[in-house]
């Protein structure tokens, strides 16, 4: 079956733009996760969806990252006002129920490239 | 911020040769998970292994876990070029937020033909 998709596959911007990212997780999987790995931080976990439970914020750098997740399946990755220090790739994962929760799926990422 | 820090940061070993990696963490855990990544993209579970399991096998892969120490180790044994990547820990918190994963630094492992 399908694996976690994530597009565009490579973003560049301008800094101070927004950019949005998307991820699609694999089809009935209820847990998605954000994290993004840049050089200086390594792979740091964002932010969290589990089913219609309120999200786990707690990895956004800032307050202008935020993330949606539409109808149980979908999310999409706002940065608004991109800096440079954004620049990194944004990992998405999905994960199943029961014991098979803890495994995670990663997409392949996306590339983000501020200048 | 990491949790947990790999040892050593790179190796590289002839094919055919195992191959051993070291991760250590901070707190306490519910699991504790291996990844591979190639080329800087996606990244691929290897294998779990939860905080009351001390060994667990798969294929050519073998993790230990000590949790007194808070320290696991990753064996890749008869090791192909193929296995040429950079391999990853990762910790699973013990209650709420699910089970978000907390990333060591990594090992480049490198396998020469």
């Known amino acids: 079956g399908a694996g976690v998709s994530q597009s565009p596959s490579n973003k560049v911007t301008e800094k101070g733009k927004d950019v949005e990212l998307r991820c699609d997780p694999i089809?009935?999987?209820?847990?998605l996760y954000w994290y993004r790995q840049s050089l200086g931080q390594g792979l740091e976990f964002l932010i969290y969806?589990?089913?219609?439970?309120?999200?786990?914020k707690s990895g956004l750098p800032s307050d202008r990252f935020s993330a949606e997740r539409t109808g149980g399946s979908v999310s999409t990755l706002t940065i608004q006002r991109t800096q440079q220090e954004d620049s990194a790739v944004y990992l998405c994962?999905?994960?199943?129920?029961?014991?098979?929760?803890?495994?995670?799926?990663f997409g392949p990422g996306t590339r983000l490239t501020v200048l | 911020s990491q949790q947990g820090e790999e040892d050593p940061q790179a190796l590289s070993i002839q094919e055919g040769e195992n191959a051993t990696m070291n991760c250590s963490y901070k707190?306490?855990?519910?699991?504790l998970q291996w990844y591979r990544q190639n080329s800087g993209r996606g990244l691929v579970h290897l294998i779990l292994?939860?905080?009351?399991?001390r060994e667990k096998h798969s294929g050519r892969l073998r993790v230990t876990l000590d949790t007194s120490k808070k320290s696991s180790s990753l064996l890749i044994t008869a090791s192909r070029a193929a296995d040429t990547a950079s391999y990853f820990c990762?910790?699973?918190?013990?209650?709420?937020?699910?089970?978000?994963?907390?990333f060591g630094t990594g090992t480049q492992l490198k396998v020469e033909l």
């Open positions: 990762a910790t699973g918190g013990l209650t709420g937020g699910g089970n978000k994963l907390t």
């Open positions: 089809s009935g999987h209820t847990a």
């Open positions: 292994i939860r905080s009351n399991e």
């Open positions: 707190t306490s855990i519910n699991n």
């Open positions: 994962a999905s994960s199943g129920r029961g014991r098979a929760f803890n495994e995670q799926f």
């Open positions: 969806f589990q089913g219609n439970s309120a999200p786990d």
